[in-house]
């Protein structure tokens, strides 16, 4: 791609939404090698192509080809080569949580970080993949390699280039008690600002200060922030599905509710349209995580944000059976139930741990046959569903249509759908 002066060598560990955004975000004004392991996603960006949706990776990147952009980035599976010289190697892999152990399998952060250390003993490894708190001290000590910082991301899927661009403020945690590595977090998120958008750079504050908030917190403090961020927002999510139950059960106009609560300005006109549940890259995982680590602490509401996720789906599976079974009465014989898309937002391929799985996974149990439209999976099944592309048989044979997050596609077939999204946005 385009070459330009490039005042700091940089690698990226994987080319998900975090470490893709991030190299696209960094390339502008440093030198970047970002590194998969996957062949095709490689290859992808080395044709100026994304192998993730999101639509600012996707100008950046065309941009770029047409030579409209200076990025001083490339993607290679080589890891030696692209770590062998860097001043930080970011490591932004995935770190799923694993229920059985109750924990992030962090797996693949401690394998990139020994790639990074086989050819390259000084350069600070900066964790941007999500970890349990008090990981980063844990594996500093268990290597006995101190050049390790973290930085919590904050990144909407489809959104996270526009995200890092325009971010709310910069978190990068490191030891107080050492100067080196608070030198080197300070001039991590002053990488992260330069690339952010001017405008940015030169907003006022509320409080009177200039540009985008950068926090330089101890370790452990910005691994915290990460996790109860990202929970307190399921705990919205929870809140007004459990609001919106309510008002279902009790014959209430939801929407009319909603709006009254949320002119309140300590409440707050978002995050406050109701769904199947939270899902996606984040939040279940963040907030199992949490209160994994609460294990010995007193609480209650954290184990209850956990409970009510599950809870609101055994609800709407229970709406959809009943739609059904009217539907017997009615004479149609073995309804069939269509799910409309597996995404969790629009602008997003992602359905990692999206709501409507959940869903998908009790109707199954229920024996009610289902039938799934999504266009970005190849697969001819998922989750023991026919998976089909036509979207209008899907829309004549199915007989009720579930959809997570309402589209004006199906407007022509409004009377079949079942959906929450009672504002019609994400």
């Not at 020994?114 to 268990?142: C, D, F, H, M």
């Not at 540009?211 to 922030?225: D, H």
């Not at 008002?247 to 769904?275: A, W």
């Not at 077939?413 to 994400?426: G, N, P, S």
Request: net charge negative; proline share 4%; charged share 25%.
């Amino acid at each position: 791609m385009s070459k330009s002066l490039a005042k700091t060598k940089i690698a990226v560990a994987g080319t998900g939404y975090v470490g893709l955004s991030l190299a696209m975000l960094l390339s502008q004004h440093n030198e970047v090698r970002a590194v998969d392991l996957i062949p095709e996603k490689i290859d992808k960006l080395n044709r100026f192509e994304s192998p993730i949706r999101d639509s600012e990776i996707e100008r950046f990147l065309a941009e770029a080809k047409e030579g409209l952009r200076r990025l001083c980035f490339t993607a290679t599976l080589d890891m030696d080569t692209a770590y062998s010289d860097v001043d930080y190697a970011v490591i932004a892999t995935p770190t799923n949580y694993d229920d059985a152990t109750n924990s992030f399998d962090t797996s693949s952060v401690e394998a990139a970080i020994t790639a990074v250390r086989k050819v390259n003993a000084n350069a600070w490894v900066v964790i941007k993949s999500t970890i349990p708190v008090g990981y980063t001290e844990e594996l500093k000590s268990k290597l006995g390699d101190r050049k390790i910082i973290f930085s919590p991301e904050f990144l909407r899927e489809g959104k996270a280039l526009w995200d890092n661009l325009h971010p709310s403020r910069i978190v990068v945690g490191a030891p107080r008690d050492d100067a080196e590595a608070m030198a080197a977090a300070k001039r991590f998120a002053a990488l992260l600002a330069e690339g952010a958008d001017s405008i940015e750079r030169n907003r006022k504050n509320a409080d009177g200060t200039t540009g985008i908030p950068e926090l330089i917190l101890g370790t452990t403090e910005a691994e915290a922030v990460k996790l109860f961020v990202n929970t307190y927002l399921a705990l919205r999510v929870s809140y007004f599905n459990e609001l919106d139950t309510y008002c279902e059960v009790k014959n209430l106009s939801t929407s009319d509710v909603i709006r009254g609560i949320s002119l309140d300005p300590r409440v707050g006109n978002f995050y406050n349209n109701p769904s199947f549940g939270y899902g996606g890259y984040c939040l279940p995982k963040d907030s199992k995580q949490l209160l994994a680590n609460y294990r010995g602490v007193p609480q209650d509401l954290i184990r209850a944000i956990v409970a009510a996720n599950s809870t609101r789906k055994d609800y709407i599976a229970e709406q959809i059976e009943a739609m059904v079974v009217r539907l017997v009465y009615q004479g149609v014989n073995q309804p069939v139930v269509g799910v409309y898309r597996l995404t969790m937002k629009s602008g997003s391929d992602n359905f990692r741990s999206s709501s409507i799985q959940g869903v998908i996974k009790r109707l199954r149990n229920k024996g009610i046959p289902v039938e799934v439209y999504e266009p970005t999976l190849d697969e001819e099944e998922f989750l023991g569903c026919q998976v089909t592309h036509d979207f209008q048989s899907f829309k004549s044979r199915c007989d009720v249509i579930v959809a997570n997050r309402w589209a004006d596609e199906l407007s022509d077939v409004a009377e079949k759908v079942y959906t929450r999204d009672l504002f019609k946005r994400d």
